[in-house]
Each structure stands twice: as C-alpha cells, then as structure tokens.
C-alpha cells in the first residue's frame, strides 16, 4: 500500500482409512463410528475476518473521504464501500489510516501509546479483499482439516467425551488457541523487527496452524504411515510460502513469529492417544494397558510448553521496552525482504 503498510500473508497451499490404517492425513477411528463431524469454528473466524472488512469498508467510506472527491475510487456503485484509488491501495481495500484507526499493528502506538491491544486487532484486519480472499482460502484448506481431525477423529475414537459443550470447550482450546495465539505470537515479532510500517492480516495465525500441522505428524509420528511423503509435502509447502515472504511489502517476520508459535503449540495442544489406547476397555482384565501417550510425546509437550513461555516473556518485555530486533540480529532483516535490481528493500 502506499503508504507501507504490510500485509500478511499470500496463498498457503483425506481420507478414512480401515482400522489401524493411517494416511499422511488420517488418523484412527473406533469400528463402527459413522458419525459425521461439521466444522463449525473456522467457518466462524472466516465469517468474523469478512464481517471485519466490510465494516472497515463501511468506516473508510471513500466517496467522502478521499481528497479527490470520491472521483478516484474503484468501485464507487458500491458507494460508502468502494475501495481507495488503485494508487493509493492496489489491493482493493480501505485507506491506511482507516486501518490505523481500526487497530493495524504500529510500533508506536504499542510501546509508547501503549496500545497492546493492537498486537491482536491486526489479526482480524486485511489491507484488501485480494488480501482477504488468500488468507481466508489458506485458512478454509488448513483450518478445516485440523478441526475436522480434532473434533471427529479424536473424539469418535475415545468415546470418553460425549457432550457436544465439553466438544465444543475441547475444540477451542486445541485449533482456536493455535490460531490466535499463533497470530499473537506473529504480531510480538513483526512489531520487533518492522518499525516503520503498519502490518495488517491473519497470516501469522494461519502459518501457525501449518506449523502445528507439522508438529502433530512429529509428535504423533507412531500412528502414522507414509510418514516421509507427508513429512516432505507440509515442508515443501512451508518452505514455497515462507519463500514469498522475502518480497516487498509482505511481513515475513509475523508469517515467522506465527508459525514458531504455532509449532511448538501443536506438541502442547495436538497430542494424539498411542495406537491401541482406545481399545482398552476391550482387553481382557489381566492384559498390561498402555498409556495413553508414548513417553516422547510427553517430553516434547514439556520442552515446547518451556519455549513457549519464555518466547513470549521475552518477546514482550522486549517489544515493551522499545528494543528493535534488528539491534540483536544484524541479519535478520533478509527474512523479510531481500533486496534485488527489481526492488528495494525497507524497514
């Protein structure tokens, strides 16, 4: 956008098989469970992120507010819900300083108008509707996956939970704290490294739940086959799409932030039951029952719980103490843009 804002994030590109069979993407399920689980909590945070934009659009009103007179808005049919001039903001979306006023992502305003509140508003913001459209893609493909294996796959399997609430309380806890927090931990480390500019957009969240997507395979790896082709597919992805993070006005540093985040998130919130625990009120009473986690799944729960505390305490003492990021890590800044002939680079 004009004025520098980033936005996050571009595009970030199932089968049931028998029992104790598993796919890169399956996961075991109890003989003769045909329930049918319908995703229901990413289809709220999509509803939510547009209902957002449309009222950014609502308040931006560019027919009255643009210096030209409203002349140079694109789609004025639309009237108070046109978009700003192309020049101004080639995304099709609202001004920069409406998204300051909604609460964009500002150095500034967090540490010295003390506006915190920003490292999360920014999540729920998008600089245009090509912006929306890609983050809300990623997190239909990504986010629907991860709910459908967390809501059905986890619970048909353990019969231990029944009530819809205590679902409904489970589901929150493992995908919805992934991607909040996942977008919270992008907004601490986008606001240490980039100063200058207001970044905007969900992308932190969503490449944090790509990277509890990895951490689940690590974790779970018992329970899977096809370890390695799954393995490799969810790194190629990463990779491709951390990649593009490297051009101009894209935040890689909260596609990072996020995606740490999310990662050692999926130790802690996505641990899955060893093959044949669910089984164990069909042994016979003198038979040795397992555990319900093999003893690594536990230890990478402890470390990842660890890092993610002290990540966190220290991202925000730093942040809130007004340290640059790039004072600590002279290199740093190429994780976000690498200069070329074709463009240059800012903070």
Known sequence: MASGDLERGKNISNNNNNRGSYSSGSYYVEPGSDQQWTSWLIPMFVVANVAVFIVAMYINNCP????????????????????????????????????????????DKVVHEHQGWRLITCIWLHAGVIHLLANMLSLVFIGIRLEQQFGFGLYSSERAITCHQEKLVALILRVGFVYLLSGFGGSILSALFIQRSISVGAS?????????????????????????????????????????????????????GGFMAGFLLGFVLLLRPQFGWAERHQLPAQARVKSRHNPYQYVLCIVALVLLIVGFTVGLVMLFRGENGNDHCSWCHYLSCVPTSKWKCGN
């Open 204 to 256: 932190g969240a969503l490449f944090g739940l790509l990277g509890a997507m990895l951490s689940e395979l690590l974790a779970n790896w018992s329970i899977y086959t096809n370890k390695a082709a799954a393995l490799l597919t969810l790194v190629v992805i990463i990779a491709i799409n951390l990649a593009v993070g490297i051009l101009p006005h894209v935040d890689n540093f909260a596609h990072i």
């Open 64 to 107: 009255k507010n643009n210096w030209e007179g409203g002349r140079g808005c694109v789609a004025r049919f639309l009237g108070r819900l046109s978009f700003e001039p192309l020049k101004e903001n080639p995304l099709f979306g609202p001004s920069s300083s409406t998204l300051q006023k909604l609460g964009a992502l500002e150095w």
